[in-house]
């Protein structure tokens, strides 16, 4: 399956954080995923509910209807429904903006301490996270890589990655915020 990114476009981005990461001796970390969560609760929650509401209207329509039957509408209707709402926009438009959100920080946030776990204490880290389903964008820093940049300059990486991806840019995009977080870091010292 092919996703958004060519694997030229994967190599391109792969390129550009060598780049960064030969000349400043930091380690930048690039994580683009589909989507957070399988929000499965909502996929499941939602056909329950049809199921439930399938079966009171077959009930009043036919108040004689017998429970094997009713119980076979609501069964029919549950795996009707969950095949539909599977289907990645559907079940993605069911679940709040502020769900999508948390669990698009979340994953974030695990993948920055995964990366930071997997290569020791070394300074000078970065993450850019962009969930696509979930249109959520993120670009984590240590603490003293953070605070190499002047203020507002991490949210304006933010802000110009999403706009690139909504504007259907993503690889630009990417490349576009790697050359912004190189523009703060300090080259390497000869020692490194």
Request: charged residues 20%; aromatic residues 4%.
């Amino acid at each position: 399956m092919r996703g958004p990114l060519s694997l030229e476009d994967h190599q391109r981005i792969r390129d550009s954080a060598s780049a960064v990461e030969h000349r400043t001796g930091a380690k930048m970390a690039v994580v683009i995923t589909r989507i957070s969560d399988r929000y499965s609760l909502f996929t499941i929650g939602g056909a329950a509910l049809a199921a439930l509401v399938a079966g009171g209207l077959a009930i009043s329509a036919s108040p004689a209807l017998s429970g094997r039957k009713l119980i076979f509408i609501e069964l029919c209707v549950l795996v009707a429904t969950i095949v539909i709402l599977d289907i990645l926009p559907i079940r993605l438009a069911l679940v709040p903006h502020r769900i999508k959100r948390a669990h698009a920080r979340s994953l974030a946030h695990r993948e920055f301490a995964a990366h930071q776990i997997g290569h020791g204490k070394e300074h000078r880290r970065i993450l850019i996270f962009v969930s696509l389903g979930e249109r959520y964008v993120e670009i984590l820093a240590d603490h003293a890589t953070h605070a190499l940049a002047p203020t507002g300059a991490w949210t304006k990486m933010v802000d110009d990655l999403a706009a690139s991806i909504a504007s259907g840019q993503i690889a630009d995009g990417i490349i576009g915020a790697v050359g912004a977080c190189d523009a703060v870091l300090p080259s390497k010292s000869p020692q490194e």
